[in-house]
């Protein structure tokens, strides 16, 4: 998919955890360098993706929505566009 390898425990982690996700993308900034491809793919990723479970969990709670079962899969999905998307859009743009 051509996602570079240091930012594949980011991308299992993103939907979970924003804040374990934004320290595995500043570990990869800081080991990979900022101008590196796995360290401006994380920070795509990081802007690209969102905390799917604490999202629906806050939203769907504060409404009062119990059947949630569309969206879980759709919002998924969504975030494995994004994730993959990103390492797309680098790889473009950059030439990398």
Do not use: W
């Not at 590196?36 to 690209?48: N, P």
């Amino acid at each position: 998919l051509g996602i570079p390898a240091p930012c594949l425990p980011l991308a299992l982690l993103r939907p979970f955890s924003g804040s374990g996700a934004l320290s595995i993308g500043s570990d990869i900034i800081r080991s990979q360098g900022p101008d590196s491809l796995a360290g401006l793919t994380a920070a795509v990723m990081l802007g690209s993706t969102e905390t799917t479970f604490y999202t629906i969990a806050l939203y769907f709670g504060a409404t009062k929505v119990r059947n949630t079962r569309h969206c879980l899969p759709a919002a998924l999905l969504a975030d494995l566009a994004g994730i993959c998307l990103s390492a797309a859009a680098v790889g473009l743009f950059l030439g990398r």
